[in-house]
């Protein structure tokens, strides 16, 4: 009902509140001033540590990333952010890539890309090529949202969102696994087997039935145009909240409830510090982490009911435990460590096999003079696995190890194609970022959410319904140029 939204007299909100520092939540912050302007107070609640999942971890003096690490080079959202905020862009350190099935090594990176190339002809046919061209396409469309969001568009869902962006194609792919997708595309059983589950397993510790939209987006995320921020990707969130000038309140937020009184429609948070309980009344709220019940978010809806009972879903677990050791290559079928050449080793879909990845990984703050280490030498190493690692699994991995740190993840959605997207808004200042997880999770899925929660509130406050849900935006943004 736009009689909900924002004062008839046009006034502008004087508080909004943002629940969650991640990216999401600080882009939101971000952004909420760019569109509402200096004068409106930003109020942004974390009840862990800013950066959310994009966090690191401090081995013998250097910080490797524990959560989100790669972004992909057309992440125009990331990128800005990293411009505007003088932070510098940390390449993705060259390595070779094996894949393990449990008992040998089945595919692997050589010095000679020609030599790769035949192999994967020889071994797959056209498949690569086919997939090649079809991630290509994909993310040209999805590149379609930046222009729409600098020509000031908003949507209302997920759906409408990933409807101007691919028609009803990219709303089909969230419904249906990527595999049925792949086979229609004529790629090879034996390509899914052997290449696309090894990267899904990296990347969402799950397997080729997720949806296809998820899929794509990371078959993207194993390219080879990829980086990382310079002293870690967490570093956006902290300086996105500065550049906007927001208020961050150490703060676990308990309880949203609408009250309705001379100034309007408002909402009261009420939020625990480590001094006691308090509560404010705020504008426009976004609420910028997972809600499952799994995530814990420990948020409660008072006064109204949301339009969902409880968000429907889980929260996939992932374990990230960074190892600094020495690795057992014999373990991947090379006794003599001088002769494994590779930097990760993903994994085929085999039963009872314990780990999803394991890769020498780089420090956040690379030196010019960086190289991996050898194998025969210690190393970093990341293993991602779906349990906690027991010691014996460890003695496994490695041969012998200094420290072992371990980080367990509500990492990304438990992925099914029966899933239906959750909603943006939930009251009519109310909105919810993270159900675009359910498309597909990275970092800049967050931004991409973030930018049109912030111009959808704007909208929505100023009462101006020609800039949302609007149809044909290919054509019309063309027309407007
Ligand atoms: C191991 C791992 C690897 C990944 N790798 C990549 C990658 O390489 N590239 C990529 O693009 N993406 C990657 N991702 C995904 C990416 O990290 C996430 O999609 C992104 O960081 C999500 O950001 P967010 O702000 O939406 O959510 P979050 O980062 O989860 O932020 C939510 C914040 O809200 C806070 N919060 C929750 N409840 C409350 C409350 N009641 N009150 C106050 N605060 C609250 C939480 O403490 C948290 O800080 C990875 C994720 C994991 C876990
Ligand atoms: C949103 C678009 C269009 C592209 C994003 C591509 C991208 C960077 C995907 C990454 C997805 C992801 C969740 C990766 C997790 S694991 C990353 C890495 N392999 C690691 O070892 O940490």
């Given at each position: 009902d736009p009689e909900e939204h924002g004062p008839v007299d046009g006034a502008p909100p004087s508080k909004i509140a943002v629940v969650g520092a991640g990216i999401g939540g600080s882009a939101t912050a971000h952004f909420l001033r760019q569109h509402f302007g200096p004068e409106v107070q930003v109020d942004v609640f974390e009840k862990?540590?800013?950066?959310g999942r994009l966090a690191t971890v401090t081995v013998n003096h250097n910080d490797y990333e524990s959560g989100g690490s790669i972004i992909h080079s057309l992440n125009l959202h990331m990128q800005e952010f990293v411009k505007q905020l003088g932070l510098k862009y940390r390449r993705n350190v060259a390595g070779k890539m094996a894949v393990f099935n449990g008992e040998e090594v089945i595919l692997e990176e050589t010095d000679w890309y020609l030599l790769d190339l035949f192999r994967l002809w020889w071994r797959y046919g056209i498949s690569f090529i086919r997939l090649q061209m079809w991630v290509e396409e994909i993310m040209e469309k999805f590149m379609r949202i930046y222009k729409y969001q600098a020509h000031g568009y908003a949507f209302s869902s997920v759906e409408e969102l990933l409807d101007s962006l691919g028609s009803s194609g990219f709303i089909n792919m969230t419904r249906r696994p990527l595999s049925d997708s792949l086979l229609e595309l004529g790629v090879s059983q034996r390509f899914i087997d052997e290449v696309i589950a090894p990267v899904m397993r990296i990347n969402y510790?799950?397997?080729?039935?997720?949806?296809a939209f998820v899929g794509a987006v990371s078959l993207a995320g194993a390219q080879n145009n990829l980086w990382a921020v310079e002293?870690?990707?967490?570093l956006v969130c902290s300086g996105l909240l500065k550049m906007a000038s927001a208020n961050l309140l150490q703060a676990q937020v308990n309880s949203i409830s609408p009250i309705h009184s001379g100034e309007g429609l408002q909402y009261q948070l009420s939020f625990t510090t480590a001094t006691g309980t308090a509560s404010e009344l705020y504008d426009i709220v976004v609420l910028a982490t997972p809600l499952q019940a799994s995530v814990g978010s420990g948020v409660q809806f008072q006064g109204f009911t949301p339009p969902f009972d409880e968000l429907p879903g889980s929260y996939h677990s992932t374990v990230a435990t960074i190892v600094h050791g020495y690795l057992n290559t014999s373990f991947f079928?090379?006794?003599?460590?001088?002769?494994?050449?590779?930097?990760s080793v993903l994994t085929t879909d085999t039963p009872d096999l314990f780990f999803n990845s394991v890769a020498s990984v780089c420090p956040v703050n690379i030196s010019a003079g960086f190289r991996r280490k050898q194998p025969q030498e210690a190393g970093v190493y990341k293993v991602f696995s779906p349990q906690l690692l027991e010691k014996s699994q460890l003695k496994t991995l490695f041969r012998s190890y200094y420290s072992v740190q371990v980080t367990e993840w509500q990492a990304c959605p438990r992925y099914s194609s029966s899933q239906r997207l959750p909603p943006v808004e939930l009251h009519p200042n109310l909105y919810y970022l993270n159900g675009i997880e359910w498309a597909g999770s990275a970092m800049e899925m967050s931004s991409v959410a973030a930018k049109n929660i912030a111009l959808l509130a704007y909208h929505r406050w100023n009462r101006?319904?020609?800039?949302?849900?609007?149809?044909d935006l290919v054509h019309r943004i063309k027309t407007e140029l």
């Open positions: 862990g540590e800013v950066g510790g799950q397997n080729v039935s997720i949806p002293g870690g990707n967490k079928g090379f006794p003599d460590p001088r002769l494994f050449p590779f930097a101006q319904t020609d800039m949302v849900d609007q149809r």
